[in-house]
């Protein structure tokens, strides 16, 4: 009879589920019993963790395909550029337990689904503009410790550049291009 898996630790509030056939990456749930996007939970020794799939983050298909550096520790500050409805950031925020993420985006459809999961979740700060724009939001946000990038426009790095003046000197950048978006012009 095989021992049922148990977690071992891999970055900091990343925890990784080895059932013998695929690694499998997973979160303590911040709001236990709570559902971002129908992601399964797991159970051991009374604490609930939330699977974070590489099929719907793609933060997680970084970590699935060996992401080697991903500084986040649990009061760390996180800007978030398109932030859409919130399913990698609820991850992010289940890693911030003394910490804070800034959600960005410019759809309010989007926006809107952000704001109820930040009503849940108390380290979630939705803010409602155009990445592209950050003279909009600057005095919203704080020096964070972590930019983190997921926006599908044509000037993808402008926006990312433009928005380094936020992160302090020294901490991590993460950039995630979609190539169909870029205006290779």
Do not use: W
């Amino acid at each position: 009879m095989r021992a049922s898996p148990s977690f071992k630790s891999g970055f900091n509030g990343i925890f990784i589920l080895d059932d013998g056939k695929k690694s499998r990456f997973f979160t303590k749930n911040l709001v236990p019993g709570i559902s971002v996007y129908g992601e399964k939970f797991f159970r051991e020794n009374n604490v609930e963790y939330r699977e974070f799939s590489p099929l719907s983050s793609k933060l997680a298909a970084a970590f699935r395909l060996g992401l080697k550096h991903f500084e986040l520790k649990d009061d760390s500050l996180v800007l978030y550029l398109g932030s859409s409805t919130g399913t990698t950031v609820s991850h992010i925020s289940d890693i911030l337990t003394k910490g804070m993420v800034f959600g960005v985006d410019s759809a309010p459809v989007v926006m809107r689904e952000l704001v109820f999961l930040a009503e849940q979740r108390r380290n979630i700060a939705p803010v409602l503009a155009d990445a592209s724009q950050p003279d909009q939001y600057k005095d919203l946000i704080v020096p964070v410790d972590f930019l983190y990038q997921d926006v599908a426009q044509k000037n993808q790095l402008d926006i990312f550049l433009k928005n380094l003046q936020f992160l302090k000197k020294g901490c991590l950048a993460f950039l995630v291009i979609k190539a169909r978006s870029i205006d290779f012009s």
